[in-house]
């Protein structure tokens, strides 16, 4: 994310006050992702791919976190898998996040929106031609 700005989170008070970087939305939005049934694999940009290939996970991958006017969007791009049912999988993806971040930052979110980028296709087992 090229926005470097931090979230404040709640009120300031006598001890200080909280920042949370828009890249740990970013993780924790990744994993609420991975964790619905339907979703494949989520997309990242090429430094994402380079990042993994040399042995660096990066749960941020495939969320975008865009900071506008004191709102939160989230933008999520994954594969699923084939049989879902995309809008029921796109909804459950939408509550899983937004539960997630606010239970862990107390963060209002105003949009999140997911992107259907590509289709999973389980190779077909060929039960015919195979011989025990």
Do not use: W
């Amino acid at each position: 994310m090229s926005d470097l700005s931090l979230l404040n989170v709640g009120n300031d008070s006598s001890l200080g006050k909280v920042e949370i970087a828009p890249e740990v939305l970013e993780v924790i939005a990744g994993i609420a992702t991975t964790e619905v049934s339907g979703v494949s694999s989520m997309r990242g940009n090429f430094a994402t791919g380079v990042a993994e290939r040399l042995g660096k996970k990066t749960h941020g991958k495939g969320i975008k976190v865009e900071l506008v006017e004191d709102a939160v969007i989230i933008d999520v791009f994954i594969v699923v898998d084939y049989g879902s049912t995309i809008p029921t999988v796109a909804k459950k993806i939408q509550s899983n996040i937004r539960q997630a971040i606010i239970n862990m930052t107390a963060i209002s979110i105003k949009e999140i929106n997911v992107h259907v980028v590509g289709m999973h296709l389980e190779p077909k087992i060929d039960t015919e031609n195979s011989s025990s």
